[in-house]
Each structure stands twice: as C-alpha cells, then as structure tokens.
C-alpha cells in the first residue's frame, strides 16, 4: 500500500529529529 508506506517513512522521518532534539542537536532542516 503506498499510504502505508508514505505514512511509515513520515513516522520515522519524525523519530529522528525527535532523536536529535532528545541529544540536544537541532533538526536536520529540510528544503
């Protein structure tokens, strides 16, 4: 299902700049 994937990417795109401010990192900013 291409949602699901969309949807999958979008959550781990989102874990890791939750990852990066918890180390105290700005997000990566994105274009």
């Known amino acids: 299902?291409?949602?699901a994937k969309y949807n999958q990417l979008l959550r781990i795109g989102q874990e890791l700049?939750?990852?990066q401010i918890?180390?105290?990192r700005r997000p990566l900013e994105r274009g």
């Open 1 to 3: 299902d291409r949602i």
């Open 17 to 19: 700049d939750a990852g």
């Open 22 to 24: 918890y180390l105290g």
